[in-house]
């Protein structure tokens, strides 16, 4: 018996109590909810990277196999305008969990790198910050995340896990810290290989010029400089070298390992049969938990590179490994990068018999932020009244009681750079967007940012608009031809309106720490975690071998 068969007849032994579910993606799906009353309900979330809108059936894909993601949009709720709040793992998890924009939370880059790459460094969820997991924990929820993280652990020291999962809210983790990158499998190549191969010659011609200077200084007598000091400058140099080659040489190890709440049990990652392993956790928290309320997000590494997926299911799509990875996700289901469509807009569904229509399309605009109000009332906790959240409740649209979102503007940062703005007025279809600035794009004729696999939000790298560039969503989806003063004879009074919204967004912004300074980004050697000694390189397998007794909270 298949897992996925498991988890669908664990979900028919509970259909008697009605059954919530939620598939959207977040950008770096939402998932389902099991419920257990109408006013406690259980919760599932299913969250997946870099899943495209396009990359599901149920969305109009005719080459890729998800049939359990297509049944769940077939018996539920389509949200066709469904918007991840950055296009970046990080920010975007941050504002899942929050219900806020990532950038009143700290949670969103000043500097080039917006999301965090390393498993030793001090920045992460501020612990000030309310997620919905704690939420629902104070409810008497059991809570458990499976999967991926990305929102840091450690403050000061390696065992501190000030923004560990178990420190928001989660009585149970089973997943990565950090996130799925190609540096973590054998093969996939490095994300950090180009960048390094740059600055590593750059130092060493400041180096070279330097030394040679201070040689010709010395030489023709102008100051003497003391070959102790270029002695340990060399010094400090060639440490600081091997630190820096060690570290990428052995980058596996040290960032790409799998957790059981505190505890590394396995180091580094395999990826055999990874998905299975989630899913088989996922299954076994809901067994444990099926009598009470609980909450579940199972956050999968697909379909986010390093590109895996099972033998089983490798070499069966028409699209590669990356089509393999879809429908593995699918299996066990049951632009990107960009504030372009194609980078935040992603799959939402919603299934919940006897409580939503089944078979509806819901076309306004709504948001991952809206997951944080809509579970927490759900399941009778208050909302903070101490803080702007800015989700709304999706039940009053999902159940038809109004017809709008709630949302009228939606603001798209390019990491703390307000990049794009999405008004959809009241009285209209339409829904306009405009983009203050775009990435400029490398090579030059691509449609992303390929040399550094990434864009960039500042200075040289983007391309300012003066007026803004202007589309209509509803009439030009995929944002190919920019609106004129000539083609929209209201050019001038949607940009006025927009940015009267952006005067007051920005009003309701206030000064936080910034968790992804290069301070708080860069590898901090003290808050390196390992299971076995540096001497062991870090090894350990105690997932494959099973040698851990299991201990739960949740």
Excluded at 217 to 223: E, I, L, M
Excluded at 265 to 282: D, F, G, K, W
Excluded at 342 to 366: E, F, K, S
Aim: with cysteine; aromatic share 12%.
């Amino acid at each position: 018996m298949t897992w996925v068969t498991h988890l669908q007849m664990l979900l028919l032994a509970t259909k008697k109590m009605g059954l919530l579910l939620f598939l959207t993606v977040l950008q770096c799906a939402i998932s389902s909810v099991n419920t257990y009353s109408v006013s406690n309900p259980n919760v599932v979330l299913l969250i997946a990277d870099d899943l495209g809108i396009g990359d599901l059936g149920c969305y109009g894909n005719r080459t890729l196999r998800t049939p359990h993601i297509d049944r769940l949009a077939k018996e539920g709720v389509t949200l066709t305008q469904h918007i991840a709040a950055s296009p970046l793992c990080t920010p975007s998890r941050a504002a899942f969990l929050t219900g806020r924009y990532p950038i009143r939370s700290g949670m969103a880059a000043f500097s080039r790198v917006g999301v965090f790459l390393f498993s030793a460094s001090s920045g992460g969820l501020p612990s000030e910050e309310i997620t919905f997991s704690k939420l629902l924990k104070q409810r008497g929820y059991a809570t458990a995340l499976i999967g991926k993280w990305h929102l840091g652990m450690n403050c000061e020291s390696n065992n501190d896990f000030c923004h560990h999962p178990l420190s928001h809210g989660f009585d149970y983790f089973y997943g990565l810290t950090v996130t799925n990158l190609r540096d973590c499998k054998p093969g996939q190549g490095s994300v950090f290989l180009k960048g390094v191969q740059m600055y590593l010659v750059i130092l060493i011609q400041i180096l070279g010029v330097t030394a040679v200077s201070l040689a010709v200084v010395h030489y023709v007598s102008f100051f003497k400089v003391p070959f102790e000091a270029l002695g340990f400058c060399l010094l400090i140099t060639c440490i600081s070298l091997a630190v820096l080659i060690f570290f990428f040489y052995h980058f596996r190890h040290l960032n790409c390992f799998l957790m059981r709440d505190h505890q590394i049990i396995q180091q580094p990652l395999s990826y055999e049969n990874l998905t299975q392993r989630l899913t088989t956790e996922a299954v076994r928290f809901i067994e444990r938990n099926h009598n009470a309320p609980f909450l579940l997000v199972l956050s999968y590494l697909h379909v986010h590179t390093a590109l895996y997926a099972s033998k089983m299911f490798r070499g069966k799509s028409r699209h590669g490994l990356y089509g393999d990875a879809v429908e593995e996700m699918d299996w066990s289901v049951g632009g990107k990068s960009t504030n372009w469509e194609g980078g935040i807009r992603v799959p939402g569904l919603l299934r919940w018999p006897g409580v939503i229509h089944a078979g509806t399309y819901i076309d306004d605009p709504t948001s991952n932020m809206d997951i944080f109000p809509t579970i927490v009332k759900l399941a009778g906790a208050q909302l903070p009244y101490d803080r702007i959240i800015d989700g709304h409740d999706l039940m009053p649209l999902l159940q038809g009681k109004v017809i709008r979102s709630k949302h009228e503007f939606l603001f798209h940062y390019c990491n703390a750079y307000l990049n794009a703005v999405r008004w959809h007025p009241r009285n209209s279809e339409s829904v306009w967007k405009v983009f203050f600035f775009t990435p400029n794009f490398t090579p030059e004729d691509s449609s992303g940012c390929y040399d550094s696999h990434v864009c960039f939000c500042y200075g040289g790298f983007i391309t300012q608009h003066d007026p803004p560039l202007l589309f209509d969503l509803s009439r030009d989806p995929e944002e190919k031809v920019p609106l004129t003063p000539e083609t929209e004879n209201r050019f001038y009074e949607i940009l006025s309106v927009i940015q009267l919204a952006v005067e007051n967004h920005t009003r309701s912004l206030q000064a936080v720490s910034d968790q992804l300074s290069w301070n708080n980004l860069v590898w901090k050697p003290w808050l390196q975690l390992c299971c076995s000694s540096f001497f062991q390189f870090c090894y350990c397998d105690y997932d494959s071998e099973n040698s851990l007794p299991e201990v739960h909270s949740g």
